[in-house]
T-cell receptor, first 114, second 113 residues
Framework: AQSVTQLGSHVSVSEGALVLLRCNYSSSVPPYLFWYVQYPNQGLQLLLK??????LVKGINGFEAEFKKSETSFHLTKPSAHMSDAAEYFC????????????FGTGTRLTIIP | DVKVTQSSRYLVKRTGEKVFLECVQDMDHENMFWYRQDPGLGLRLIYF???????EKGDIPEGYSVSREKKERFSLILESASTNQTSMYLCASTEDRGLRPQHFGDGTRLSIL
């Protein structure tokens, strides 16, 4: 079984500051890892994903995440926060083995302080 | 641009009613999903479908059923609505064989009174 832990249900950063959203996973097989973003009153959008290969993954809107196997982490970062980044962010995990369903974390709500 | 459309953004129903939530995708995707989103719980998979008339239970199928008569349409049915089914419901689709949703609808916020 796989699981995802997102540390911090709410994160606030100042506009222009570094955004860091934490995600740790548990998986007995090589994981596929995802970040989704949900803007107010909308569904989820895929922000970025790691499957195989390069461990630093770049996504849309200037976000990136790094897969660290030794730390079982896939933290999401953005160098400089923008007001439009205010949203809820979900980390998710599955694998390429069998018909593994995607397991979501509980989400982190990001607030940007002007 | 790809689109997943959920028929209602907001819905209010009464306890015991049979409720239908409709979802249509225009991308010819084989895989479609219904999730439930609750604060502090993230997204939980109710059912998914990998082809017309094919369905699989997710993590929380109790009290729900689904219908997929056409490839583009995936319906979620609450057989006898209860107050604990008040929630946000999200439909999604993907061409990914690995059951990883790529495109989501905007959600239906369902209130059961």
């Amino acid at each position: 079984a796989q699981s995802v832990t997102q540390l911090g249900s709410h994160v606030s950063v100042s506009e222009g500051a570094l955004v860091l959203l934490r995600c740790n996973y548990s998986s007995s097989v090589p994981p596929y890892l995802f970040w989704y973003v949900q803007y107010p009153n909308q569904g989820l959008q895929l922000l970025l994903k790691y499957t195989t290969g390069a461990t630093l993954v770049k996504g849309i809107n200037g976000f990136e995440a790094e897969f660290k196997k030794s730390e079982t982490s896939f933290h999401l970062t953005k160098p400089s926060a923008h007001m439009s980044d205010a949203a809820e962010y979900f980390c998710a995990v599955n694998s390429n083995f069998g018909n593994e369903k995607l397991t979501f974390g509980t989400g982190t709500r990001l607030t940007i302080i002007p | 641009d790809v689109k997943v459309t959920q028929s209602s953004r907001y819905l209010v129903k009464r306890t015991g009613e049979k409720v239908f939530l409709e979802c249509v995708q225009d991308m010819d995707h084989e895989n479609m999903f219904w999730y439930r989103q609750d604060p502090g719980l993230g997204l939980r998979l109710i059912y998914f479908s990998y082809d017309v008339k094919m369905k699989e239970k997710g993590d929380i199928p109790e009290g729900y059923s689904v219908s997929r008569e056409k490839k583009e349409r995936f319906s979620l049915i609450l057989e006898s609505a209860s107050t604990n089914q008040t929630s946000m419901y999200l439909c999604a689709s993907t061409e990914d064989r690995g059951l990883r949703p790529q495109h989501f609808g905007d959600g239906t916020r369902l209130s059961i009174l």
